[in-house]
């Protein structure tokens, strides 16, 4: 199978052919094409600005299915709308009927092929409307599966800042430290996430994509709808975007990472935000607190899911000796060889302490070992020469205000 992707360089076609190779190459288990029975007999053909039209004419003769997602996005001159749009579409389809190839075609356009309210005297609009059009009656004629997608505000990792996407703008900028501009925070943007974008492709290559008819500028899905769209679409206020980028901008100072549900927008943002870090970025100085005994490091927080530590324990240093109220933790010793002991809190009805429990745990063999409430719990190395690492997640961050934290050596 062959698959031509114009536009191959963009920012939906470089994820596009980068999924398509993950196909191909047997990497992806997940996505399948229908009637390709081997992967790697999957060739992908890339069209861009540095091809030729002789590599068109190429790749047209014997294609099996087009992604139609090269144009012009910020021409110098408008009247490269139409040309850099209508025209390569047009190109395209001539190609293809001189070489009786009727294989199915999916076209990029735009919401703003609608040509109302503020898109009404849009050019770049304007010349999408004409692609769509001239695709609509190339499939009709020829009998062939055609796959019209008006994109609206699409994000995700490898989106050009300071072109077409004030997602992109905004990471950029705020992982850069360089200034953003809100002229009006109250303005609702339709969002698409490139994830889905590309999700979706997959499914219209199976010819399964997702129909819709369209009111105003919204897509209201149909199954016999003439447009195609993406299932999955986030309505959020510029406010609300640079407010969540806030957030995220900060966890490297604050350690805590916000709620992150399933498909939320947030948790799409954040993966966005981070494909723009520059160097200094990436890595993340965290603040150790030592003592003769080792150290411990914060190393994230969350708001609902507790905190992530790192203890290290010198040879033969015994740390803890405390019990919590409610707080309880997993201690997971990931180097090193120890003791973890626990004890209730208190005695028993004849006035005896409760038994010591204890559990030996070395980094050979990963267990996690629950630290329970009302238990005082210590952990020792027991290795005279090796420190001692062990992973700790607690239930709730420290809170200096409200502890639940209390001194009480376990007694044998």
């Not at 969350?302 to 203890?311: A, E, L, R």
């Not at 997971?332 to 809190?345: D, E, F, P, T, Y």
């Not at 238990?375 to 607690?394: G, Q």
């Amino acid at each position: 199978m062959k698959i031509l992707v114009t536009g191959s360089n963009g920012f939906v076609g470089k994820n596009l052919v980068e999924s398509l190779k993950n196909i191909k190459y047997g990497y992806d288990k997940v996505h399948l094409i229908d009637g390709l029975s081997d992967p790697s007999d999957l060739t992908i053909v890339g069209y861009d600005r540095t091809n030729s039209y002789d590599d068109l004419k190429n790749a047209c003769k014997d294609c099996d299915f087009i992604f139609h997602l090269a144009g012009v996005n910020r021409p110098k001159d408008n009247d490269e709308f139409m040309k850099g749009n209508y025209g390569l579409t047009s190109d395209l389809l001539n190609l293809l009927i001189q070489y009786n190839n009727k294989a199915p075609i999916m076209l990029s356009s735009s919401i703003q092929a609608s040509l109302i309210a503020r898109y009404a005297s849009s050019e770049y609009g304007k010349s999408k409307r004409a692609g769509e059009e001239l695709l609509f009656e190339y499939g009709q004629d020829h009998d062939v599966p055609v796959y019209v997608y008006r994109f609206a505000n699409l994000f995700g990792k490898w989106c050009k800042p300071n072109y077409n996407s004030v997602v992109a703008t905004f990471c950029y900028n705020m992982a850069h430290d360089l200034p953003i501009t809100v002229n009006d925070p109250s303005t609702t943007l339709d969002m698409v996430y490139i994830d889905d974008v590309i999700e979706e492709l997959l499914q219209c290559l199976n010819g399964r994509p997702t129909r819709c008819d369209f009111d105003q500028t919204m897509p209201v899905f149909n199954d016999d709808g003439r447009y195609c769209t993406v299932q999955r679409h986030y309505a959020v206020t510029l406010r609300e975007i640079v407010e969540d980028l806030e957030l995220i901008k900060a966890q490297s100072t604050t350690l805590m990472v916000p709620p992150l549900p399933d498909h939320s927008f947030i948790k799409c943002l954040y993966s966005t935000y981070l494909s723009y870090l520059p160097d200094d970025k990436v890595i993340i100085d965290l603040k150790t607190n030592s003592d003769s005994r080792g150290s411990f490091t914060e190393v994230l927080k969350t708001s609902d899911h507790g905190q992530f530590s790192i203890n290290i324990s010198k040879p033969g240093q015994t740390k803890g000796n405390h019990w919590h109220h409610s707080k309880w933790e997993f201690f997971m010793v990931v180097s090193g060889s120890a003791v973890i002991q626990q004890q209730q809190v208190g005695v028993d009805e004849q006035g005896d302490p409760y038994p010591v429990h204890e559990f030996h745990v070395d980094g050979s063999h990963l267990q996690a070992v629950h630290m329970l409430p009302g238990y005082s719990h210590n952990i020792i190395n027991t290795s005279s020469t090796d420190d001692l690492i062990t992973l700790m997640w607690a239930n709730e961050c420290f809170d200096p205000d409200h502890p639940d934290t209390f001194f009480h050596p376990i007694h044998s």
